[in-house]
């Protein structure tokens, strides 16, 4: 398959090229292992520069990058023996979802998660992993049943937003992601979800909530698309604009962490996860196997307790304790929410 490079990554492209065809020779010479060895460094080298040092708007770029890999990839690499099932049992199946069930480290669980297409007939099968309300209502389902058999749920976040299509909105699009934020906040078994690319508005949110939300180091998660954003702000979608508005926004794992919207930023090689896909695969799953150990440990009321105090807090600015308030004689009207 051939290699997408985004514009910051053509650097990378001329030494791409000489390691592949040095390391396709089958027998190599003593001076070819030597050149490929010292090729290899330079290379790594120029990664850790070229990704040491990544605005918001270039992470925003890597997320979308074709070559991430998706869920399929995931669930293939992290869990075995998946079945996959389909329909919500109302309208009919929507392939911008998948979901299952599937063994993790043993463990029983339901897997769900965006899936975008690679070629182009899949892009257009998948409708380019924008979901309609029929790819949130078999989520759901399988939510369910998850909760029925107590399976944990692991979810895979990554489109750029729910289907906005006039058949979508006939259907109930919106009810169908507000129905799923709602359950899934009251869900009784453990939930993981992992941002692996983009996460993209209320499509995302529809299989965000969770007990653990873990996002690789170059997702992006917000409520708006930087473009979005800056066609509404500006009436523009240039690229410098595009720019500013993921800086604004907030939209990467190292800010979402600082404000404590995720949980833990999975770190990814030097690289990426689109040019060491093995090794982030690997990363992703020590994770949520060591998340999913935590809150498996945790009493059904404990479970419950603590989702809800994750979401209620989140987005507090300034809250100042009751008891400093009246040491202080700060009224509720100065307290900043």
Request: with cysteine; net charge negative; glycine share 8%.
């Amino acid at each position: 398959m051939q290699t997408t490079y985004l514009d910051f990554e053509h650097p990378l492209e001329e030494l791409d090229k000489q390691v592949s065809a040095l390391s396709q020779l089958e027998i190599r010479s003593a001076q070819q292992q030597a050149e490929l060895a010292a090729l290899e460094a330079q290379l790594r080298q120029r990664e850790a520069e070229v990704f040491s040092a990544l605005s918001p708007w270039q992470r925003v770029q890597l997320s979308r990058h074709p070559d991430r890999p998706y869920t399929l990839d995931y669930i293939e690499a992290l869990c075995s023996e998946f079945v996959e099932l389909h329909g919500d049992r109302v309208f009919g199946d929507d392939p911008a979802i998948v979901g299952g069930l599937a063994r993790f480290q043993g463990t029983p669980v339901v897997v769900v998660g965006h899936q975008r297409g690679k070629t182009v007939t899949e892009k257009v099968h998948r409708n380019f992993g924008m979901p309609r309300p029929e790819g949130y209502r078999k989520a759901l389902r399988l939510f369910h049943l998850a909760e029925r058999f107590q399976r944990p749920v692991l979810s895979f976040v990554d489109t750029q937003g729910a289907y906005p299509g006039v058949g979508a909105e006939e259907r109930g699009q919106a009810e169908a992601i507000a129905k799923n934020i709602q359950e899934m906040a009251g869900l009784k078994t453990p939930i993981i979800v992992t941002v692996i690319g983009e996460g993209g508005s209320g499509g995302a949110l529809a299989l965000g909530v969770g007990d653990r939300l873990l996002m690789q180091e170059n997702a992006c998660y917000s409520v708006i698309t930087p473009e979005g954003c800056a066609a509404i702000l500006f009436g523009e979608r240039t690229p410098e604009r595009s720019a500013w508005a993921a800086e604004a926004l907030k939209v990467t794992a190292p800010h979402l962490l600082d404000l404590d919207v995720i949980d833990e930023m999975i770190a990814e090689p030097s690289g990426g996860a689109h040019r060491h896909t093995q090794a982030a695969l690997s990363d992703v799953g020590a994770a949520i196997d060591r998340h999913l150990q935590a809150v498996s440990d945790l009493s059904l009321a404990e479970l419950m307790d603590q989702r809800y105090t994750k979401f209620r807090r989140m987005g507090e600015v300034g809250i100042v304790d009751t008891a400093e308030e009246s040491a202080a004689g700060v009224n509720e009207s100065s307290v900043t929410r």
